[in-house]
C-alpha cells in the first residue's frame, strides 16, 4: 500500500512539473500572480465549505 502510494504522489509531481514546463516564457510575473492568488482564494473557500460538510455530517446535522 504505501508503495502504491509513493507511485500515485510521483505521478502527481511529474504532472505538474508537465504543466509548469508548458507555462510560456513571454508571460508576465504579475499576471500569473493574479491568477495563482484568485484560485488559491478559491480553493481555501472550496475547503472551507467541504470541511463543513464533514462537520455537519459529523454532528448528524444532515440535509
Given at each position: 500500500m504505501p508503495q502504491q502510494q509513493l507511485i500515485l504522489t510521483i505521478g502527481r509531481i511529474e504532472r505538474a512539473l508537465s504543466r509548469l514546463e508548458r507555462i510560456p516564457s513571454g508571460v508576465q510575473?504579475?499576471?500569473r500572480d493574479s491568477?495563482?492568488?484568485e484560485r488559491?482564494?478559491?480553493l481555501k473557500a472550496e475547503t472551507r465549505a467541504a470541511i463543513g460538510a464533514i462537520e455537519d455530517i459529523l454532528a448528524g446535522r444532515t440535509s
Open positions: 510575473t504579475a499576471a491568477d495563482l492568488l488559491h482564494e478559491k
